[in-house]
């Protein structure tokens, strides 16, 4: 199993433009999240899911933020427009529906917005 | 609201010696605790959960504790060695798949 697969691995942008991260999380895992992690906040739930649908979205900062999850193998966390203060290294998670295996998490994006 | 409170403090500890990282928490009764291993430019590994019921859990050198009613967990390194060096963070929760909150994290730092 390759794991939770998350995609770019760096994005460096300009403030006001789109960003769009993208998650490939492990086949077989029902719940997806999605985390920011700052030296300032630590980390942070921004948003996760359960068989596809958006369960709790109270730690997404604000309208700027959305994130989707088409299907069971992808996700998507988008911020529009970026700002510098979102520079960050932002997490993908998933697990299974039973307890006793914990999270897996990807690699992150480090994600800077100049 | 709920409070997740790690030394954030790193821990200097000598190769051979028991490392013990503290894990507190208010306003919260959770039912699981996570402990977490992070190492730098990396996503967080899961190590240990132990649920509300179980005093002690081990693994290998690890080895957790659990108690609800001072509202605290413990994470020992036994025999710590310099690979064992990384943050580690805590993360409880009320169930299965539910939401988890992380604590800040204590970086520990085993020298040879």
């Known amino acids: 199993d390759a794991g939770v697969i998350q995609s770019p691995r760096h994005e460096v942008t300009e403030m006001g433009q789109e960003v769009t991260l993208r998650c490939k999380p492990i086949?077989?895992?029902?719940?997806l999240f999605w985390y920011r992690q700052t030296m300032m906040r630590g980390l942070e739930l921004l948003i996760y899911?359960?068989?596809?649908?958006?369960?709790?979205d109270s730690g997404m900062p604000e309208d700027r933020f959305s994130a989707k999850m088409p299907n069971a193998s992808f996700s998507t966390l988008k911020i529009q427009p970026s700002e510098p203060r979102d520079s960050a290294v932002y997490f993908c998670a998933s697990s299974p529906p039973f307890h006793g295996y914990g999270y897996t998490f990807g690699s992150g994006t480090r994600l800077t917005v100049v | 609201s709920q409070k997740i409170e790690q030394n954030s403090e790193a821990l200097n500890i000598q190769e051979g010696k028991t490392a013990t990282l503290t894990c507190n928490y208010t306003n919260y009764s959770p039912a699981y605790l996570q402990w977490y291993r992070q190492d730098p430019g990396r996503g967080p590994v899961f190590l240990l959960l132990i649920r509300e019921n179980e005093k002690e859990k081990r693994k290998e050198r690890l080895k957790v504790t659990f108690d609800t009613t001072l509202k605290q967990s413990l994470f020992h390194i036994t025999a710590s060695q310099p690979a064992d060096s990384a943050t580690y963070l805590c993360a409880p929760s009320k169930a299965a798949g539910n939401k988890l909150t992380f604590g800040g994290g204590t970086r520990v730092l085993v020298k040879p």
């Open positions: 086949s077989g895992h029902d719940y």
């Open positions: 899911f359960n068989n596809n649908v958006p369960i709790d």
